[in-house]
């Protein structure tokens, strides 16, 4: 016995590839509905070897349905999360709405598994941030091991954390500027072909962006409170894959030799950490796949009790629809336990 699944924002780059996964990982399903915006009404998604046409999100009836997984951004969600969650379909959430509401659960299954119990509380769940959900992975194991005390973490985040638009620009500015056409940006707010940028989100009173709180205030809320968190923010042309270099200083002894055998045995990392010419993965090597690598641990000899790490993921997998998926899985186990 399966599950009655709703895909909202099914054309999307997000929406897409949680068709992929929840395929690939064969989550057991009675029924799939593709749902959209009016405008994408009739658009085919693929669903395997099925081919789906989406259907008007407006005009969805939730009732009967187990989850929906919502791909949509704030705005809309704000409108139809509460319509499908009293309706007694579980919201899934990939936007940022529900992530700092108290009595929602913001999830990361090999991390705080437990918080699914909260999904009681209004039929909702939370999934975080991109470059918070691979981060608080590779953290937890470590955390549990020798109490993580302060995160530096600076990111190198790719243009489709900024959806097809960003993706889209990357591409018409690399291609101009090989035939002398000058680069307009149009999503980013400087040149973002052969460029980084150092501003994601909306910049904040006290001069850090929206995007480098989110990872503050999400560690806290999944892994724990106590840690120090303090992040730079980076757009980088690539098109999938986040990168990030992780400074953690803990409150125990814990040496990198330590660290790397802790992540080898912790589920949803795979390290790669060879010291020679390649022997540690790029956002190139991650796209399409699971996994969180690890590469790049080193000891910090200017701190007590320090470690450094380079941590890569597939940023619309991990990022977004495969963490999303894995709560679906996580919920059905838990919760719903129908498949």
Excluded at 237 to 255: D, M, R
Aim: charged content about 25%; glycine content about 8%; overall charge negative.
């Amino acid at each position: 016995m399966g599950y009655r699944v709703a895909v909202v924002g099914a054309t999307g780059n997000v929406g897409r590839e949680m068709l992929n996964i929840l395929f690939e990982r064969e989550f057991p399903i009675t029924e799939i509905a593709a749902l959209a915006s009016r405008k994408s009404l009739g658009t085919k998604v693929s669903f395997g070897d099925e081919i789906l046409k989406t259907q008007d999100l407006e005009d969805f009836d939730f009732t009967g349905w187990d989850m929906a997984l919502f791909a949509i951004g704030s705005g809309p969600t704000k409108t139809y999360g509460p319509r499908a969650a009293k309706a007694g379909c579980v919201v899934i959430d990939n936007s940022s709405l529900y992530r700092y509401e108290p009595d929602i659960p913001l999830i990361v299954p090999e991390v705080n598994p437990d918080a699914i119990s909260m999904v009681k509380n209004r039929n909702i769940i939370a999934n975080p941030n991109c470059s918070t959900a691979q981060m608080v992975v590779a953290l937890k194991p470590l955390h549990d091991r020798a109490q993580i005390k302060r995160v530096v973490v600076s990111t190198y985040q790719s243009v489709s954390g900024a959806g097809k638009d960003g993706m889209d620009e990357l591409w018409n500015q690399t291609k101009g500027i090989f035939v002398t056409d000058p680069p307009t940006p149009e999503k980013f707010t400087k040149q973002i072909a052969f460029n980084v940028i150092p501003h994601i989100d909306d910049f904040m009173d006290d001069g850090s962006t929206k995007e480098e709180w989110k990872m503050v205030v999400e560690t806290k809320k999944i892994v724990d409170s106590s840690i120090k968190v303090t992040a730079t923010c980076v757009r980088v042309p690539v098109f999938v894959g986040h990168s990030e270099a992780v400074n953690v200083e803990f409150e125990e002894e814990l040496s990198a030799e330590e660290a790397r055998e802790i992540l080898r045995e912790a589920p949803g990392c795979l390290v790669v950490d060879k010291r020679e010419d390649g022997g540690y993965i790029t956002p190139v090597d991650s796209a399409g796949e699971f996994a969180t690598y690890i590469s790049r641990l080193r000891d910090d000899p200017t701190v007590d009790n320090a470690i450094n790490m380079w941590v890569v993921s597939d940023n619309l997998r991990k990022g977004a629809a495969l963490n999303a998926v894995q709560i679906a899985e996580l919920l059905g186990q838990r919760v719903l336990k129908k498949g």
